[in-house]
């Protein structure tokens, strides 16, 4: 089994920051792509950023250059670095990743879900 762990949700004002993070444990061989992804109330979930398998970052339009993603391969671990946030990104953020296990099995997890709330 993988457990994806997620941190730093919370409430602030527009134009603060927070920083999330997420680690993934378990039976874990290694962990192709990681990121992030939000769902607002009423809406679909979408991509916020997220490495891709070759390493690669992509970010949705609406966060670029006001949220930085980086990851930790050795631990497993991807982080989210929101600045400049507005009351449009309030949304219960999903940390999610493409994991292929000891075992060889291909799949996708997703974590619990973490409240981030902006607001004056």
């Known amino acids: 089994q993988v457990q994806l762990e997620e941190s730093g949700g919370g409430v602030v004002q527009p134009g603060g920051s927070l920083r999330l993070s997420c680690a993934a444990s378990?039976?874990?061989?290694?962990?192709?792509?990681m990121g992030w992804y939000r769902q607002a109330p009423g809406k679909q979930r979408e991509l916020v950023a997220r490495?891709?398998?070759?390493?690669?970052?992509t970010y949705a339009d609406s966060v670029k250059g006001r949220f930085t993603i980086s990851r930790n391969n050795a631990k497993n671990t991807v982080n989210l670095q929101m600045n400049s946030l507005k009351p449009e990104d309030t949304a219960v953020y999903y940390c999610?990743?493409?994991?292929?296990?000891?075992?060889?099995?291909?799949?996708?997890?997703w974590g619990q879900g973490t409240q981030i709330t902006v607001s004056s």
């Open positions: 490495f891709e398998s070759d390493g690669t970052p």
């Open positions: 378990g039976s874990i061989s290694s962990i192709p792509s």
């Open positions: 999610n990743a493409l994991v292929i296990t000891t075992t060889q099995f291909h799949h996708d997890y």
